[in-house]
């Protein structure tokens, strides 16, 4: 009998442990997003430093962006076509193209195109920062690594992710453009119609807050993973940046997902 409870014990105390340790992180993960959030607004010091990240997560990835929209766009502009002929429906492709990207496909595809390319980068930066000491020098000179690493990336993120979703939309409706009327022969002005006449600005407005609520969720755990490298079991030197890294990103785009559940359950 004493064996039975030793082995219950032990087999309840693992996933106690690894729930303990998952409530730890995501205390230290709201906790670091809240004081990002406050030293965005520390003075205008802040101002070249945000810039220059917005060039970086939002300039740099426009090319991406505009591939990424276009193919969407395409894709869906041919499957809705397809799909709707067989009723007889096809007039409303525009009304399909519309309102899959603006609701859904843009904020999601955009922010899981920047966590891949911007998100992977910030924690890299901010790990080998780490590793290498040079955020424990920040700190010996009374300089405010949070402020001078974190908060600039999350102003940016809040800048670049909503005006890269727009501009995905506008491809992607072109794109579906192009392959609705151009090569299968839909209607041009029925297709512009229905773009026009389906959305309705809470569709804007909610794409927009999820682009927001994205940007903040994959600035905040990029920058997360990578400030906090030196502290994971197992991780040291080169090997723990690349694993802080892989981290980031594949739980960005699972909170990625999972958010977007959530803001589709509340918005519509």
Not at 67 to 76: A, C, H, K, N, S
Not at 104 to 110: D, I, K, Q, R, S
Not at 152 to 166: E, G, W
Not at 204 to 209: L, N, P, T, V, Y
Request: some cysteine.
């Amino acid at each position: 009998m004493a064996e039975k409870a030793q082995g219950g014990t032990f087999s309840l105390a693992l996933p106690g442990r690894a729930f303990g340790r998952m409530l730890d992180e995501l205390g230290g993960l709201f906790l670091f997003f809240l004081q990002a959030v406050a030293l965005m607004f520390a003075g205008w010091g802040q101002f070249a430093k945000t810039v220059r990240q917005v060039y970086f997560i939002g300039v740099q990835s426009v090319t991406v962006i505009a591939l990424i929209g276009l193919f969407t766009g395409m894709v869906m502009g041919m499957q809705l076509y397809y799909a709707l002929s067989v009723f007889g429906a096809d007039g409303f492709l525009g009304t399909g193209v519309a309102l899959s990207m603006v609701r859904e496909l843009a904020p999601v595809l955009t922010a899981i195109m920047l966590t891949g390319r911007a998100g992977s980068a910030m924690t890299a930066e901010i790990g080998v920062m780490r590793i290498s000491e040079q955020i424990d020098a920040l700190t010996i000179m009374d300089i405010n690594p949070m402020r001078y690493l974190v908060a600039p990336k999350m102003a940016a993120c809040l800048i670049s992710f909503p005006i890269l979703t727009a501009f995905f939309n506008l491809i992607a409706l072109w794109g579906g453009w192009l392959t609705g009327v151009k090569l299968l022969g839909a209607n041009e002005g029925v297709y512009w119609s229905r773009v026009q006449g389906s959305l309705d600005w809470s569709d804007i407005e909610g794409g927009f807050i999820k682009s927001l609520v994205f940007g903040v969720l994959v600035c905040a755990i990029c920058c997360f993973e990578g400030y906090n490298t030196h502290t994971r079991s197992g991780r040291a030197g080169p090997e723990g940046v690349s694993q802080s890294t892989t981290s980031a990103v594949v739980k960005s785009c699972v909170v990625i997902l999972a958010a977007d559940y959530v803001l589709t359950s509340l918005l519509w």
